[in-house]
């Protein structure tokens, strides 16, 4: 049930309409608490929509969602589930979004 809905909302982090995409950054960062250690089967697929653009975003809204998203997993997430994901995506970013992730993995 929860591959089923995370696919349903993994698009929404990539909206091309960025009040849909803030929206849903800041609904996932008020789901993480909730879900934690659960999101388990679902990490490896929500780290990339929620770096990919996002943490690069020239819209403030949008890269503050992205961060505070990112602050929420470190925080309520076993940071194991993490290292890999996060480490998969810093080797392939540019600019501010791999020195944010970086700074993460520190």
């Known amino acids: 049930v929860l591959f089923q ?4 909302f993994k698009p929404r982090l990539h909206d091309s309409n960025s009040k849909v995409n803030q929206v849903a ?5 008020k789901m993480i608490p909730l879900l934690k250690d659960s999101l388990a089967p679902v990490i490896n697929m929500l780290i990339p929509a929620i ?21 929420a997993l470190c925080q309520h997430v076993d940071t194991s589930l993490l290292l890999q994901p996060f480490c998969t995506k810093a080797q392939f970013l540019s600019g501010k979004a791999k020195q944010d992730l970086t700074e993460k993995l520190a």
């Open 51 to 71: 770096v990919d653009n996002n943490l690069n975003s020239k819209n403030p809204g949008i890269y503050a969602a992205a961060t505070s998203v990112i602050q």
């Open 5 to 8: 809905i995370f696919d349903a």
């Open 25 to 29: 950054l800041e609904a996932l960062h």
